[in-house]
């Protein structure tokens, strides 16, 4: 961030080109928000409230562009959230007239279809984080029960005519000071997007759609993440719904319609699915475009057909990541103050693991098979077997990857078997996997941070700016032991080498200072130099941290320098357990390598 | 009371007929590639406009058939070529690439023939005495060709050698490719034969039906829906699907109508697509 950060410093001296001061967080709003203040006097107000509507179509769309963009998940269905919005602004504003305590419940019309978002998206992403393409279509289905609902519905929604004669909000004239409400909601929503995304769950936003699994291998519960940001979105869109029932007078089925629910996603794309402001100004200049030019212009929509596919192939920003490189910009988040991070939740002194007859199987292929041991106290120990032993599947059935058929894993004495991967996380149990797994999309540096926040963000603290700059003394420490990545802190963590991402990945792991950690070959594609160094990184940290370590390893050599107890696995079994002297007399353990008997 | 049964079931076997139909070419795409073409619809379209062009040229409507066949074989080799060969990897841009294709395809179509409602003037529907039921001999025909259509498919998946090349490029690619297969041309050729069904389902449904540039989303949501109960890339599932979902919308629709039929429907994909999204007979 530091380099970013001067890079950035003459371009807000040196204002030349307007392009270039886009390049400005706050600029991009700013000029939006001059621009909204400007309209009605450069144009009129019939332009105006024409331009209001589509103001209003691009607060939802920025709900769309904010999952699909940030979280990675598309939603096919928002039109459903923007017509409850509607329906129920709406009817209560209707019931007003007759008993203005009606007020009092218009936020339900943002806060009911916000709650329904909530629980569609913690029961289906709950069950598995590759859910992504069906929740898409489940959101679309949802859309079309809603159109349904409405149409039949007709005592409440007035059927396929719609709900006809909504009041004005009070205090605004429908065609001339509704604009300025418009126009507020949509700057704010604009400014508040614009924030979020700065603050550390906008990072983490990012993160989930790099890579959700190492996420939850942290500690973060990724389902209810998504939840909440589809919730939010959600909310966006009924926000958006309220006001164009007030902006309309009238709200009929299609307000719930596919076809809207498409036209978001076409105007977040074009417009820019990674920005707010693009997504807005995508549904501002396309809507609008689209509505004066459809009926004189034939092939106008065949047009925005063609652009829209054209954007798709090439510009997975849209035009927002053309003009103002917007996505590498987002990314970027304010440098804050450093302070010491706080305390990671004590946990007991100790740590015991032990395995009781676990059994998995997958595809019909029995992977463990009645597989027991157990460890105690801190301390390093290894994992070898030949390949299809049973080592990664042993971290797997741990961490939730893999299902447990039978058995029973304890940890410190309590049951957890089968825990998900971030319940795990959060009881002290770190995890490396063989090939690093980090988030290729950000620095560093901001990797650090991720890792850093594990069991200490608190959901308040997502949105303050001064976990930014936490900083702990074991972050200090395991830079000073890989120096390369101290170096590189501004780098994009995808474009570090093989050995660098392990070193990134094993920092990562241990600094949320976890009680148990699993490391699945640390050592893969390192020189011997290398190995050795980081073999004595891994002593040095759970050292410091009183942890248990299990490593598994396949270089003999690098099992005699980590030293401990060595467990072998084979066919799923524990073969073996013991000082790497005794292993290797054991006849049995020299009979799986050697090949004397299968 | 017998009669009725028997026209009941016709009724039933005619629904799943049609939707099967028009549910082959996106089992192909989509079963097999993993492309979620949603231009599949629109692809029936074509297939339904090429009758109406035939028929206001005045040519014989059995040259609709080749005639689509045609159009639809060369338009889905170049969107094959041009626009999914480079997303495979993506699968939401070609979810959103085809998207845009169907919305090309959907205002050009409506941009030079108008948005309204056509009709075939067709001969082809005059009933047929069956066991004292007048059954309208077209839909007879159909249901028949929808039978001998899927019997043909799964013969050429199973014994072709087409086939078993394409088994061995969905169970494993890279694989496929070191044994020699050239999986680019494979895909092309496998999603050029979905797109042409689909067309080929357009021509013979459009006496059917009304036709009008809007019809495909349909089609494309009832295909979604039979491949997401069913599961993708089996014989069982495709039949499965069918079966389930036409099922369900003509036996609900008879008792409650048509929206129930339809809603019934979308709270059965909600639920598979949520509890069981491998489907019935999944693949994977």
């Known amino acids: 961030m530091d380099s970013l950060d001067a890079v950035d410093a003459p371009r807000v001296a040196v204002p030349q080109a307007p392009t270039r001061s886009w390049r400005r967080p706050a600029a991009g709003p700013c000029l939006f928000g001059a621009g909204l203040l400007a309209l009605p006097f450069v144009s009129n107000d019939f332009v105006a409230y024409q331009i209001a509507l589509f103001l209003i179509y691009g607060i939802a769309t920025q709900g769309v562009a904010l999952c699909w963009g940030r979280l990675g998940f598309l939603p096919l269905g928002h039109a459903l959230f923007f017509g409850l919005g509607a329906y129920l602004a709406g009817g209560l504003l209707k019931a007003a007239q007759q008993q203005p305590a009606w007020f009092a419940a218009l936020p339900l019309a943002l806060l009911l279809p916000a709650a329904l978002a909530y629980g569609a998206a913690r029961l289906v992403f709950a069950r598995s984080h590759r859910s992504g393409p069906f929740f898409s279509l489940i959101t679309l289905a949802m859309t079309m029960l809603g159109f349904l609902a409405a149409q039949q519905w007709s005592t409440v929604t007035g059927g396929f005519n719609g709900m006809a004669d909504i009041p004005e909000l009070p205090g605004t004239e429908r065609y001339s000071t509704f604009y300025w409400a418009v126009a507020a909601c949509a700057l704010g929503s604009t400014l508040l997007l614009t924030g979020v995304l700065r603050r550390p769950l906008g990072l983490l936003w990012s993160a989930l759609a790099q890579n959700e699994e190492r996420l939850q291998l942290f500690g973060y519960a990724t389902d209810r993440i998504k939840a909440v940001a589809f919730a939010f979105s ?189 319940r795990m996380a959060r009881q002290g149990v770190g995890r490396k996997l063989q090939i690093p797994s980090v988030f290729p999309g950000l620095s560093v540096s901001q990797n650090l941070d991720i890792a850093l926040w594990a069991g200490r963000l608190r959901p308040a603290a997502s949105l303050q700016k001064a976990p930014l700059g936490w900083d702990s003394a074991l972050r200090g420490e395991l830079l000073a032991l890989f120096p390369a990545l101290g170096k ?111 | 009371m017998d009669t009725s049964w028997l026209l009941y079931a016709l009724n039933l076997a005619y629904a799943l007929a049609t939707l099967g139909l028009t549910t082959l070419g996106l089992a192909v795409v989509f079963g097999l590639l993993g492309v979620m073409n949603m231009a599949h619809g629109e692809f029936v379209m074509l297939g339904a406009y090429a009758v109406v062009i035939v028929q206001s040229w005045g040519w014989p409507i059995a040259t609709a058939m080749p005639l689509a066949m045609l159009v639809c074989g060369v338009l889905g080799y170049a969107v094959e070529r041009w626009l999914i060969r480079p997303l495979y990897a993506r699968p939401f841009d070609t979810l959103l690439a085809t998207w845009g294709l169907a ?15 056509r009709n075939i003037e067709s001969t082809l529907s005059a009933p047929i005495d069956l066991g004292g039921v007048q059954y309208p001999g077209y839909r007879l025909a159909l249901i028949a ?126 639920l598979f697509l949520w509890l069981k999204p491998n489907g019935l007979f999944g693949r994977r």
């Not at chain 1, 029932?245 to 009238?250: D, E, K, L, S, Y």
């Open chain 2, 103 to 117: 919305m090309v395809m959907r205002k050009t179509v409506e941009a030079v023939y108008g948005r309204g409602y």
């Open chain 1, 234 to 422: 959600a909310m966006l869109a009924a926000l958006a719904g309220a006001l164009f029932a007030m902006h309309q007078g009238i709200v009929t089925p299609l307000t719930m319609g596919f076809v809207l629910s498409t036209e978001f996603v076409i105007w977040a794309a074009v417009g820019g699915k990674a920005s707010p402001l693009g997504a807005l100004l995508g549904a501002v200049f396309v809507g609008y475009a689209s509505s004066e030019l459809r009926d004189h212009f034939a092939y106008w929509e065949v047009m925005v057909g063609v652009i829209f596919i054209a954007v798709v192939r090439f510009l997975p920003d849209g035009l927002a990541g053309l003009g103002g490189r917007f996505s590498a910009r987002a990314e970027e988040v304010p440098q804050a103050h450093k302070t010491p991070a706080p305390d990671v939740k004590a946990q007991g002194a100790g740590v015991s693991l032990a395995f009781e007859q676990v059994e998995s199987a997958q595809g019909g292929v029995r992977i463990l098979d009645g597989l027991t041991f157990e460890l105690q106290g801190p301390g390093l120990r290894c994992v070898i077997g030949p390949n299809g032993a049973g080592k990664t599947s042993a971290f797997n059935v741990m961490t939730g990857r893999l299902p447990l058929r039978a058995g029973r894993i304890w940890l410190d004495g309590a049951d957890v078997s089968g825990a998900s991967a971030w």
């Open chain 1, 488 to 598: 590189q802190l501004g780098a994009a963590a995808g474009s570090l080498s093989q050995g660098e991402r392990q070193a990134l990945e094993f920092v990562m792991t241990m600094l949320p200072q976890p009680r148990l950690v699993l490391l699945d070959e640390p050592c893969a594609g390192l020189s011997p130099a290398e190995t050795h160094h980081m073999i004595e990184a891994i002593k040095t940290a759970t050292g410091r941290l009183g942890a248990a370590a299990l490593v598994i390893e396949h270089d003999i050599s690098a099992v005699a320098a980590i030293g401990g107890d060595v467990y072998v696995l084979h066919q799923g079994k524990l073969l073996a357990r013991g000082r790497l002297a005794q292993i290797q007399a054991d006849p049995a353990v020299r009979a799986v390598y050697a090949g004397a008997r299968k």
């Open chain 2, 145 to 270: 060709l929808a039978v001998v259509l899927m019997v043909c498919l799964a013969l050429w998946y199973r014994r072709s050698t087409m086939g078993l090349r394409v088994r061995a490029m969905t169970g494993n690619p890279v694989l496929a490719q070191a044994l020699g297969i050239d999986t680019r041309r494979l895909a092309s050729q496998t999603f050029v034969i979905g797109v042409v069904l689909a067309g080929a389902a357009g021509v013979l449904l459009a006496p059917l039906v009304r036709i009008e540039p809007g019809i495909g989303v349909d089609y494309l949501l009832d295909s979604f829906f039979v491949l997401v109960v069913g599961g993708l890339g089996t014989l069982g599932g495709f039949g499965g699907g069918v079966g389930v979902i036409g099922g369900t919308q003509s036996v609900v629709s008879s008792i409650a109508g048509q929206t129930s039929g339809y809603a019934v429907v979308l709270i059965l994909s909600i």
